[in-house]
Protein backbone atom coordinates (compact mmCIF):
# COMPACT_ATOMS: atom_id res chain seq x y z
CA UNK A 1 0.00 0.00 0.00
CA UNK A 2 1.50 3.45 -0.84
CA UNK A 3 2.37 5.68 2.03
CA UNK A 4 1.08 9.18 1.62
CA UNK A 5 3.72 11.99 2.26
CA UNK A 6 2.95 15.62 2.76
CA UNK A 7 5.78 18.28 2.79
CA UNK A 8 4.45 22.11 3.26
CA UNK A 9 7.33 24.15 0.93
CA UNK A 10 7.95 21.38 -1.11
CA UNK A 11 7.96 23.29 -4.29
CA UNK A 12 12.03 24.66 -4.57
CA UNK A 13 15.58 23.65 -3.75
CA UNK A 14 15.85 20.98 -1.39
CA UNK A 15 12.09 20.60 -0.36
CA UNK A 16 11.15 19.64 -3.94
CA UNK A 17 14.68 17.04 -4.34
CA UNK A 18 13.20 15.63 -1.32
CA UNK A 19 9.76 15.52 -2.69
CA UNK A 20 10.97 14.00 -5.70
CA UNK A 21 12.75 10.92 -4.00
CA UNK A 22 9.76 9.76 -1.72
CA UNK A 23 7.89 10.38 -5.71
CA UNK A 24 10.40 7.91 -7.42
CA UNK A 25 10.48 5.77 -4.53
CA UNK A 26 6.74 5.19 -4.94
CA UNK A 27 5.14 7.10 -2.30
CA UNK A 28 2.41 9.53 -2.94
CA UNK A 29 3.49 13.22 -2.13
CA UNK A 30 1.41 16.42 -1.63
CA UNK A 31 3.11 19.63 -1.60
CA UNK A 32 2.11 23.04 -0.54
CA UNK A 33 3.91 25.87 -1.54
CA UNK A 34 3.80 29.79 -1.50
CA UNK A 35 4.21 30.02 -5.20
CA UNK A 36 3.03 28.03 -8.15
CA UNK A 37 5.09 25.31 -8.70
CA UNK A 38 5.29 21.87 -10.83
CA UNK A 39 3.45 19.13 -8.66
CA UNK A 40 2.42 21.45 -5.73
CA UNK A 41 -0.87 22.98 -4.31
CA UNK A 42 -0.41 26.86 -4.20
CA UNK A 43 -1.48 29.09 -0.84
CA UNK A 44 -1.03 32.60 -0.05
CA UNK A 45 1.28 32.50 3.24
CA UNK A 46 0.10 35.64 4.16
CA UNK A 47 -3.50 34.37 5.01
CA UNK A 48 -3.60 32.21 7.93
CA UNK A 49 -6.77 30.96 6.62
CA UNK A 50 -6.02 30.15 2.91
CA UNK A 51 -2.90 28.10 3.58
CA UNK A 52 -5.49 25.80 6.50
CA UNK A 53 -7.79 25.94 3.48
CA UNK A 54 -5.54 24.76 1.07
CA UNK A 55 -4.31 22.63 3.17
CA UNK A 56 -7.51 20.38 3.67
CA UNK A 57 -7.83 20.68 -0.01
CA UNK A 58 -4.30 19.07 -0.28
CA UNK A 59 -5.05 16.02 1.93
CA UNK A 60 -8.99 15.56 1.60
CA UNK A 61 -8.69 12.53 -0.37
CA UNK A 62 -5.68 10.84 1.58
CA UNK A 63 -6.92 8.20 4.09
CA UNK A 64 -3.82 9.14 5.72
CA UNK A 65 -0.48 11.18 6.85
CA UNK A 66 2.12 8.91 7.12
CA UNK A 67 5.04 11.81 6.70
CA UNK A 68 4.19 14.92 7.26
CA UNK A 69 7.30 17.78 6.65
CA UNK A 70 7.10 21.79 7.73
CA UNK A 71 9.75 22.19 5.27
CA UNK A 72 8.88 26.51 4.82
CA UNK A 73 11.43 28.80 5.52
CA UNK A 74 10.38 32.73 5.88
CA UNK A 75 13.65 34.53 5.24
CA UNK A 76 11.73 37.22 7.47
CA UNK A 77 12.79 39.22 9.93
CA UNK A 78 16.09 40.58 11.26
CA UNK A 79 19.33 38.44 10.42
CA UNK A 80 16.59 36.86 7.48
CA UNK A 81 17.31 38.07 3.50
CA UNK A 82 15.64 40.91 4.11
CA UNK A 83 18.61 42.15 7.06
CA UNK A 84 19.75 45.32 8.44
CA UNK A 85 22.89 44.44 6.66
CA UNK A 86 21.26 45.00 3.01
CA UNK A 87 19.28 47.86 4.16
CA UNK A 88 21.27 49.58 6.63
CA UNK A 89 19.21 53.26 6.96
CA UNK A 90 16.19 51.15 8.38
CA UNK A 91 18.61 50.48 11.75
CA UNK A 92 19.82 54.61 11.57
CA UNK A 93 18.12 56.52 14.67
CA UNK A 94 16.15 59.12 11.73
CA UNK A 95 14.28 56.18 10.64
CA UNK A 96 13.00 55.04 13.95
CA UNK A 97 9.45 54.77 12.63
CA UNK A 98 9.89 53.55 9.61
CA UNK A 99 12.54 50.95 11.50
CA UNK A 100 9.48 50.22 14.12
CA UNK A 101 6.64 49.59 11.30
CA UNK A 102 8.67 47.63 8.78
CA UNK A 103 10.39 45.67 11.96
CA UNK A 104 6.44 45.08 12.78
CA UNK A 105 5.90 43.61 9.62
CA UNK A 106 8.69 41.76 9.44
CA UNK A 107 8.13 40.31 12.67
CA UNK A 108 4.73 39.16 12.34
CA UNK A 109 5.79 37.70 9.17
CA UNK A 110 8.44 35.18 10.41
CA UNK A 111 5.95 34.09 13.43
CA UNK A 112 3.26 33.49 10.93
CA UNK A 113 5.20 31.48 8.37
CA UNK A 114 7.59 29.76 11.38
CA UNK A 115 5.51 29.43 14.15
CA UNK A 116 1.61 29.69 13.82
CA UNK A 117 1.39 27.85 10.82
CA UNK A 118 3.41 24.95 11.38
CA UNK A 119 1.20 24.87 14.92
CA UNK A 120 -2.20 24.96 12.91
CA UNK A 121 -0.87 22.38 10.31
CA UNK A 122 0.15 19.83 12.54
CA UNK A 123 -3.17 20.03 14.11
CA UNK A 124 -4.85 19.71 11.42
CA UNK A 125 -2.53 16.71 10.01
CA UNK A 126 -2.97 15.04 13.15
CA UNK A 127 -6.37 14.26 11.78
CA UNK A 128 -5.51 11.86 9.78
CA UNK A 129 -2.12 10.65 11.25
CA UNK A 130 -1.85 7.86 13.62
CA UNK A 131 0.60 5.66 15.64
CA UNK A 132 2.71 4.96 12.66
CA UNK A 133 2.77 8.17 11.70
CA UNK A 134 5.91 11.19 11.98
CA UNK A 135 5.30 14.74 11.86
CA UNK A 136 9.04 16.08 11.41
CA UNK A 137 10.14 19.76 11.72
CA UNK A 138 12.71 20.99 9.18
CA UNK A 139 15.10 23.09 11.43
CA UNK A 140 18.97 23.99 11.98
CA UNK A 141 21.55 22.87 14.89
CA UNK A 142 22.31 26.60 15.04
CA UNK A 143 18.51 27.05 16.76
CA UNK A 144 19.67 24.82 19.66
CA UNK A 145 23.53 24.84 19.85
CA UNK A 146 26.17 27.79 18.66
CA UNK A 147 24.43 30.04 20.69
CA UNK A 148 27.60 32.01 21.76
CA UNK A 149 28.61 35.36 20.92
CA UNK A 150 30.85 34.39 17.85
CA UNK A 151 28.32 35.97 15.54
CA UNK A 152 26.81 39.34 15.47
CA UNK A 153 24.08 39.73 18.01
CA UNK A 154 21.25 40.32 15.27
CA UNK A 155 23.08 37.65 13.08
CA UNK A 156 19.92 35.17 11.85
CA UNK A 157 17.98 35.80 14.79
CA UNK A 158 14.61 35.79 13.37
CA UNK A 159 15.47 32.34 11.81
CA UNK A 160 16.90 30.90 15.31
CA UNK A 161 13.70 32.35 17.11
CA UNK A 162 11.24 30.57 14.98
CA UNK A 163 13.37 27.43 14.36
CA UNK A 164 13.62 27.02 18.26
CA UNK A 165 9.72 27.82 18.85
CA UNK A 166 9.94 24.75 16.18
CA UNK A 167 11.75 22.70 17.89
CA UNK A 168 9.89 23.08 21.42
CA UNK A 169 6.80 22.78 19.74
CA UNK A 170 8.47 19.11 18.26
CA UNK A 171 9.16 18.98 21.78
CA UNK A 172 5.15 19.38 22.86
CA UNK A 173 3.98 17.25 20.08
CA UNK A 174 6.20 14.51 20.82
CA UNK A 175 4.90 14.54 24.30
CA UNK A 176 1.62 14.98 23.67
CA UNK A 177 -0.48 13.98 20.92
CA UNK A 178 -3.71 12.35 21.08
CA UNK A 179 -3.30 9.25 18.00
CA UNK A 180 0.53 8.50 19.42
CA UNK A 181 2.19 9.71 16.47
CA UNK A 182 5.99 9.96 16.27
CA UNK A 183 7.49 13.92 16.48
CA UNK A 184 11.17 14.86 15.40
CA UNK A 185 13.38 17.86 14.32
CA UNK A 186 15.71 17.00 10.98
CA UNK A 187 18.59 18.96 10.60
CA UNK A 188 20.35 19.39 7.46
CA UNK A 189 22.78 21.40 6.00
CA UNK A 190 22.83 21.44 1.98
CA UNK A 191 25.66 22.70 0.36
CA UNK A 192 24.31 24.12 -2.60
CA UNK A 193 27.80 24.98 -4.33
CA UNK A 194 28.55 21.08 -4.52
CA UNK A 195 26.05 19.41 -6.83
CA UNK A 196 27.54 15.95 -6.23
CA UNK A 197 28.08 16.62 -1.80
CA UNK A 198 24.66 18.08 -1.98
CA UNK A 199 22.94 14.90 -3.67
CA UNK A 200 24.39 12.88 -0.97
CA UNK A 201 22.94 14.78 1.93
CA UNK A 202 19.57 14.85 0.22
CA UNK A 203 19.67 10.96 -0.26
CA UNK A 204 20.82 11.13 3.73
CA UNK A 205 17.69 13.64 4.37
CA UNK A 206 15.43 11.31 2.37
CA UNK A 207 16.83 8.32 4.00
CA UNK A 208 16.15 9.60 7.23
CA UNK A 209 12.89 11.04 7.14
CA UNK A 210 11.61 7.55 5.57
CA UNK A 211 13.36 5.38 8.34
CA UNK A 212 12.15 7.87 11.32
CA UNK A 213 9.57 5.80 13.37
CA UNK A 214 8.91 5.59 17.06
CA UNK A 215 12.41 6.12 18.47
CA UNK A 216 12.80 9.18 16.85
CA UNK A 217 10.41 10.89 18.75
CA UNK A 218 11.40 13.84 20.64
CA UNK A 219 14.71 13.86 18.37
CA UNK A 220 16.89 15.68 16.56
CA UNK A 221 18.05 14.05 13.95
CA UNK A 222 20.93 15.76 12.96
CA UNK A 223 22.04 14.76 9.20
CA UNK A 224 24.81 17.15 9.01
CA UNK A 225 26.76 15.51 11.27
CA UNK A 226 27.10 12.30 8.75
CA UNK A 227 28.75 14.88 6.36
CA UNK A 228 31.53 15.84 8.76
N1 LIG B 1 20.14 25.55 3.37
C1 LIG B 1 20.73 24.99 4.44
O1 LIG B 1 21.93 24.70 4.47
C2 LIG B 1 19.89 24.68 5.65
C3 LIG B 1 20.53 24.40 6.86
C4 LIG B 1 19.76 24.06 7.97
C5 LIG B 1 18.37 24.01 7.84
N2 LIG B 1 17.78 24.32 6.67
C6 LIG B 1 16.32 24.28 6.56
O2 LIG B 1 15.98 23.39 5.53
C7 LIG B 1 14.80 23.86 4.87
C8 LIG B 1 15.07 23.95 3.37
O3 LIG B 1 16.14 24.85 3.15
P1 LIG B 1 16.53 25.34 1.69
O4 LIG B 1 17.79 26.12 1.86
O5 LIG B 1 16.50 24.22 0.73
O6 LIG B 1 15.33 26.27 1.25
P2 LIG B 1 14.83 27.68 1.83
O7 LIG B 1 15.28 28.77 0.96
O8 LIG B 1 15.24 27.76 3.26
O9 LIG B 1 13.26 27.58 1.71
C9 LIG B 1 12.50 26.44 2.09
C10 LIG B 1 11.15 26.55 1.44
O10 LIG B 1 10.39 27.60 2.05
C11 LIG B 1 9.47 28.08 1.09
N3 LIG B 1 9.59 29.55 1.09
C12 LIG B 1 10.65 30.30 0.69
N4 LIG B 1 10.39 31.62 0.82
C13 LIG B 1 9.14 31.70 1.32
C14 LIG B 1 8.28 32.80 1.67
N5 LIG B 1 8.67 34.05 1.50
N6 LIG B 1 7.05 32.52 2.14
C15 LIG B 1 6.64 31.24 2.32
N7 LIG B 1 7.40 30.16 1.99
C16 LIG B 1 8.63 30.40 1.51
C17 LIG B 1 9.83 27.51 -0.28
O11 LIG B 1 8.94 26.45 -0.62
P3 LIG B 1 7.72 26.71 -1.64
O12 LIG B 1 8.23 27.51 -2.79
O13 LIG B 1 7.32 25.32 -1.99
O14 LIG B 1 6.68 27.44 -0.84
C18 LIG B 1 11.19 26.92 -0.03
O15 LIG B 1 11.47 25.78 -0.78
C19 LIG B 1 14.44 25.22 5.49
O16 LIG B 1 13.43 25.06 6.44
C20 LIG B 1 15.74 25.63 6.15
O17 LIG B 1 15.53 26.44 7.27
C21 LIG B 1 18.51 24.66 5.57
Known sequence: ???????????????RMIADRFRDNGYTVRVLSHRDHPNSLSADFTDVN??????????NDLDSIDI???NT???????????????????SPRQAVDRQSRLQEQWHKNMQFGMLL???????????????SVGLFMTTFISYAHLDLDNPYT?????????SVQNHMML?????????????????????????????VIENVYQTI????????GKFLEVFKLLS
Not at 50 to 59: E, I, P
Not at 155 to 163: F, N, R
Not at 172 to 200: Q, R, W
Open 155 to 163: DLLSYKAVK
Open 210 to 217: KNAGPESN
Open 172 to 200: AFAAHNDVGATFCSITPHYPYEDPEKLNV
Open 50 to 59: DVVRKFRQLV
Open 118 to 132: PNLLVLAALEKMNAS
Open 68 to 70: FLY
Open 1 to 15: MSRNVVIIGGGQKSG
Open 73 to 91: NSHFGPGGSVDFKKNPDWY
